[in-house]
């Protein structure tokens, strides 16, 4: 799973990877994103198999559009300034 950072605050990537580490979640890689869409905070999941575990991860951090894309590695939040810590 990768936690993306998209909006221009320092450091928040780790910070929320280290939060979905801390609720069992493994492999969680966190880094930049410079895309422009989408404008709000989003977890991208690539098959349906996997949309319960967006859906938790979506609980767990406060995230509401959830949507299937076949060009993410398995689950990608992308954190935008919306996002509230």
Same mark, same amino acid.
């Given at each position: 799973?990768?936690?993306?950072?998209?909006?221009?605050?320092?450091?928040? !990537?780790?910070?929320?990877?280290?939060? #979905?580490?801390?609720?069992?979640?493994?492999?969680?890689?966190?880094?930049?994103?410079?895309?422009?869409?989408?404008? #709000?905070?989003?977890?991208?999941?690539?098959?349906?198999?996997?949309?319960?575990? !967006?859906? !938790?991860?979506? !609980?767990?951090?406060?995230?509401?559009?959830?949507?299937?894309?076949?060009?993410?590695?398995?689950?990608?939040?992308?954190?935008?300034?919306?996002?509230?810590?």
């Amino acid at each position: 799973m990768r936690v993306l950072n998209g909006a221009s605050v320092q450091g928040l !990537a780790g910070r929320v990877g280290e939060v #979905v580490s801390g609720d069992g979640w493994t492999t969680v890689v966190p880094g930049n994103y410079t895309s422009p869409q989408p404008q #709000v905070s989003t977890i991208f999941y690539n098959n349906e198999d996997l949309l319960d575990e !967006a859906q !938790a991860l979506g !609980a767990l951090l406060g995230i509401e559009p959830i949507t299937e894309l076949a060009d993410v590695p398995t689950i990608t939040v992308v954190l935008r300034p919306d996002f509230q810590e």
